[in-house]
């Protein structure tokens, strides 16, 4: 697992971006699908991932490096209040040029919420990177939230909706269910 983690920068200008040329994993997701939980569970940290802002004009992406080999990208959440569907397809489009424009982008991890399933607004940010020829692997997050009993169907559910992804991972930030699975595939991205 991760022994070092450090958060570099906000940049909110892709000419910002660290100079140092080691590999970029982007996380992108909703807002409150747990991806600054993951960030500090996988990191073995209390706090290092700030609270995301609200999305407005600009997209800040967080830089946090890890073993000082890789950088987790932490990207705005989408769908905080309910934008229009052109608000949302503008966003989709500058957050999709920012990634486009990283020379160390090697992968992109999509944040689902285990309960909640994939929402509309995920699977416009889905196809528009799939679309775009990303790696993208999909994290589930709170696999905790949902009864033992009901988890079989909504992973079936998600994966029907997602069109059966080929990289998927359910993950717990509580009890860190899928963590070890979820660092092989960030370490493959090293490679
Ligand atoms: P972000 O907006 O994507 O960074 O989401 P956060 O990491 O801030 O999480 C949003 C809320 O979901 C917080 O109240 C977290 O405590 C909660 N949360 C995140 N991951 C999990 C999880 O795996 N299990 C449970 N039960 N709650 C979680």
Known sequence: MIKHAEFIKSITDIKDAPDTNLPEIVLVGRSNVGKSSFINGIANRKSIARVSATPGKTITLNYYMMDNSFYL???????????????????????????????????????????????????EMYDALLEGGFDVSVIVTKKDKVKSSLRSKHEKMIKDKMNQPEKIFITSSQTKDGYDKVYQEMILTLE
């Open 73 to 123: 990208v932490d990207a705005p959440g989408y769908g905080y209040a309910r934008r229009s569907k052109s608000l949302q397809q503008t966003f989709i489009q500058m957050l999709l040029a920012y990634l486009e424009l990283s020379p160390n982008l090697k992968k992109v991890f999509q944040f689902i919420d285990f309960k909640v399933g994939p929402t509309e607004d995920d699977l």
